[in-house]
């Protein structure tokens, strides 16, 4: 027993590193939940609708983080469903992919982000700390908007050649989480943009915005249009959406500077 | 607007009725609660389990003492409120831990031998812990999983703090039983 207590002092550091590893299921967003039972009746426990956030806060390092496939290393308990909802995580760029059927949403959602605001592209590079890159290839947009008090900017393009584009911009390099899709992996594909990596995800699939606190914002879920493209450069991580085949989002991207 | 309130005015407010500083502390406590909820063995139940014990935090508010902080007083009820699912499902949830299992950053860091090394390590240490019996898992999650001190993890537990000594002490015990076999040219003890 003579080494024990250096043992001890070697593996708690291990296990403090592990805790931060282990998978956790996504949690709920329980406010609206939690706050309608304080109002009302003495109400009765109450299954929230299946909203699911990314749970596990990983660290906020920049790098293409893919987390494909989990191991299941412990006797499980889980039911089949529950097992599909966290067996596929994968983070990129301020981005979380999950292989999930995803929430339903609810009917109340307005499909917008927190706090948007309309505004300059002058205006808004000063309100965000990110730079704003415009793809030459599209031009100055026909709109921009700043949501929630500067953390995510978005350039509109109502009419381009292939209908309505949307970019989203924010610091995905260092904010650990601020949308999440609901999508299957066999529709991503890694691509190469600007000698960085991308991700391309074909086919609309469920977004939601995940706010500071590490909660989806429930009323933001929508469902996107056409193609998506995410890639990162070192300042700011850039999410292109519309019905653009993936060599024209490429080309677009490309020119974004 | 909603940042700028911390958790003592949060909790003074909402002791005084007001939903939406409760709400902030519902946003800001609802991931770690149901991390605490799910690894201290609630399972898929994890999400009822969290809203149970806000609203039951949110009743019992003016025990909460003044200054005190509000996280482990959270998770005492999160722990009280998975002992009480655990005892109506008449059977402890085995706890299923997991790590993901691919990862790679876009540059090549350590060589693979070398991650898949230390891979392996860290799955052997995860079904150590998984296979720890009950009491001795719920103090290692709570130490070190959530990472509270001794204090908090008595609190959290409602034990004294003598046990969550002597508890941790037989917990890591017990894991390097487990795991000291496997390893080599390993001295062993007794």
Redesign the interface.
Not at chain 1, 21 to 25: K, Q, R, Y
Not at chain 1, 45 to 48: H, M, T, W
Not at chain 1, 67 to 79: I, S, Y
């Given at each position: 027993?003579?080494?024990?207590t250096e043992?001890?002092r070697a593996?708690?550091p291990?296990?403090?590193a592990?805790?931060r590893?282990?998978?956790?299921?996504p949690?709920?967003?329980?406010?609206a939940?939690?706050?309608q039972?304080?109002?009302g009746h003495a109400?009765r426990?109450?299954?929230?609708p299946a909203l699911r956030?990314g749970?596990?806060?990983r660290r906020p390092v920049w790098?293409?983080?893919?987390?494909?496939?989990?191991?299941?290393?412990?006797?499980?308990?889980?039911?089949p469903q529950?097992r599909a909802v966290?067996s596929h995580?994968l983070r990129f760029a301020g981005i979380e992919l999950r292989q999930a059927p995803g929430p339903v949403r609810s009917p109340g959602s307005s499909a917008s982000l927190p706090g948007e605001r309309q505004m300059s592209l002058e205006e808004a590079r000063r309100q965000v700390s990110f730079p704003i890159l415009v793809p030459a290839a599209l031009g100055r947009p026909g709109e921009v908007v700043v949501s929630d008090g500067g953390r995510v900017a978005s350039l509109v393009y109502s009419r381009t050649p292939y209908g309505k584009v949307l970019i989203d911009e924010f610091a995905g390099h260092l904010d650990p989480i601020l949308f999440q899709k609901f999508v299957h992996f066999g529709d991503v594909t890694p691509v190469e943009v600007n000698g960085t990596?991308g991700l391309w995800i074909k086919g609309p699939h469920l977004l939601m915005y995940v706010?500071?606190?590490?909660?989806p914002a429930t009323a933001s879920a929508r469902l996107t249009k056409g193609n998506t493209l995410i890639w990162g450069t070192r300042q700011v991580a850039l999410r292109l959406e519309g019905k653009l085949g993936q060599r024209t989002a490429l080309s677009i991207a490309d020119s974004a500077h | 607007m909603r940042r700028a309130i911390d958790d003592a005015e949060a909790v003074d407010r909402a002791v005084g009725g007001d939903l939406d500083a409760y709400g902030v502390l519902v946003a800001r406590y609802t991931l770690r609660a149901h991390r605490a909820a799910f690894l201290l063995g609630a399972g898929e139940d994890s999400d009822d389990v969290v809203q149970e014990a806000f609203v039951k935090a949110f009743r019992h508010l003016s025990r909460f003492r003044v200054g005190e902080p509000f996280g482990p007083w959270l998770l005492r009820i999160v722990t009280n409120e998975t002992k009480n699912l655990t005892r109506s499902r008449r059977r402890r949830a085995a706890l299923a831990l997991r790590l993901p299992s691919a990862e790679s950053s876009g540059t090549a860091a350590a060589g693979p031998a070398d991650e898949l090394l230390a891979a392996e390590q860290r799955a052997q240490l995860v079904a150590a812990v998984s296979a720890l019996p009950h009491t001795e898992r719920q103090v290692l999650v709570c130490r070190y999983f959530l990472d509270l001190s001794e204090a908090e993890t008595a609190q959290v537990l409602e034990w004294p703090l003598g046990s969550v000594k002597s508890r941790t002490s037989r917990a890591l015990n017990r894991l390097r039983g487990q795991l000291v076999p496997r390893e080599q040219n390993q001295v062993l003890d007794g």
């Open positions: 027993m003579a080494d024990r043992w001890q593996v708690e291990q296990l403090r592990l805790g590893e282990i998978e956790v299921p949690a709920s967003d329980l406010t939940v939690v706050r039972r304080l109002e109400g426990r109450r299954r929230v956030a749970a596990l806060r790098r293409a983080a893919l987390v494909v496939g989990v191991a299941v290393l412990a006797v499980l308990v889980a039911t529950g966290i995580v990596k706010t500071r606190d590490g909660v | -």
